[in-house]
């Protein structure tokens, strides 16, 4: 069983940045791939950003690519989601999730464990 919680989020002007940590609690966070997924208002979950067990490869969505970046330090059961350049279309709940597979997986059904979300707004 592994529980997350996310914090971090905020209000910020486009432009802007914002760092999101998700704590993990358990032994056993080096064992799992770590994502990052979005929901804005009325629209689906969306795919954000996903980072393999050792961090040594990550994955972002289209939208995000070269503005976000996802890391993780193992020693401190925490991922964490770095986001530059920030647009008002990036503005939603910010969810952490965990995953027992061994690759990247975009897909959020595939993921076991998730957080209770962070709000992010960016204004124009």
């Known amino acids: 069983q592994v529980q997350l919680v996310e914090s971090g989020g905020g209000l910020v002007q486009a432009g802007g940045s914002l760092r999101l940590s998700c704590a993990a609690s358990g032994r056993t966070f080096s064992s799992y791939v770590m994502g990052w997924f979005r929901q804005a208002p009325g629209k689906e979950r969306e795919f954000v950003a996903a980072i393999n067990r050792s961090g040594g490869i990550t994955y972002y969505a289209d939208s995000v690519k070269g503005r976000f970046t996802i890391s993780r330090d193992n020693a401190k059961n925490t991922v964490y989601l770095q986001m530059n350049s920030l647009k008002p279309e990036d503005t939603a709940v910010y969810y952490c999730?965990?995953?027992?597979?061994?690759?990247?997986?975009?897909?959020?059904?595939?993921?076991?464990?998730w957080g209770q979300g962070t709000q992010v707004t960016v204004s124009s």
């Open positions: 999730a965990a995953d027992s597979g061994v690759v990247i997986t975009t897909v959020g059904s595939r993921y076991d464990y």
